[in-house]
């Protein structure tokens, strides 16, 4: 297993996050998100610090794209054609930085925003029109690379743009996600780190995930919209809570 594993882990470990891949990635396609966060967190404990951001990113993306291809007659093709180009300005911004940004600032604004996005007054139409995406897309993109917790950001913003349809919202949050996982490849591998010592864990846990997917979207078909909108909006909210626990401790 040494050609599969990298050395930094035990096969135990290992073994825990392929299949916490599948499961998050089951949370995600279900209830519409957490995963990713639930699976950074779990990374956290296990891996080491500068392997976590870069290989989250990667196996993200491998789950988001399964579950775009899974949902593929749901995306929103207008919404990704704004969002991309705002996801690579992000992504090259953040790759000027040499110093580490203070991750509390940016977990209380992350936490402020999904609060908004989730409880406060709707967001005007010009605002979730290309201009408005194309914002988001930056500054999530850019927070993404330094605290890997944009996901929920993203997700309220989303819900915003398709809110009373899950499909759809699972479907183009995935596809978004899809687009700002996508530049840490060459951001992270740029800076040095070495993808290929990590390569055969993270295929494992994407194909892992996909199964998870997989289930995650026979559960979603259970769940009526005004339900799923109802554990979307509190899933977000508590994850705020904890980005807020998180920046104050």
């Known amino acids: 297993m040494e050609w599969l594993l990298p050395e930094q882990l035990s096969s135990l470990h290992a073994l825990l996050l392929v299949l916490s891949a599948g499961v998050t990635s089951a949370v995600t396609a279900s209830m519409g998100v957490g995963g990713g966060i639930l699976l950074l967190a779990i990374m956290a404990v296990i891996m080491p610090a500068a392997a976590i951001i870069p290989v989250h990113g990667m196996v993200q993306l491998g789950s988001n794209l399964n579950r775009v291809i899974m949902t593929i007659t ?67 993109s850019f927070i993404s690379m330094f605290a890997g917790a944009s996901g929920p950001l993203v997700a309220a913003f989303v819900k915003q743009q398709h809110v009373g349809d899950r499909f759809r919202t699972v479907a183009n949050f995935a596809a978004c996600m899809s687009l700002q996982h996508l530049p840490k490849a060459v951001v992270f591998g740029a800076a040095g780190f070495v993808f290929k010592d990590w390569l055969g864990l993270m295929l494992l846990m994407i194909l892992s995930g996909a199964v998870g997917t997989w289930m995650g979207l026979h559960l979603l078909k259970r769940i009526s919209n005004q339900h799923f909108t109802l554990i979307f909006n509190w899933l977000l909210t508590l994850l705020a809570i904890q980005l807020v626990w998180q920046a104050l401790a």
């Open 74 to 140: 749901h995306v929103d093709w207008r919404l990704l054609a704004a969002f991309a180009p705002g996801s690579i300005l992000g992504a090259w911004l953040a790759s000027l930085f040499l110093v580490q940004l203070p991750t509390s600032t940016l977990q209380l604004t992350i936490a402020g925003f999904i609060l908004f996005l989730c409880w406060g007054p709707k967001i005007p139409p010009m605002a979730l029109g290309r201009t408005g995406t194309f914002v988001a897309a930056s500054i999530t």
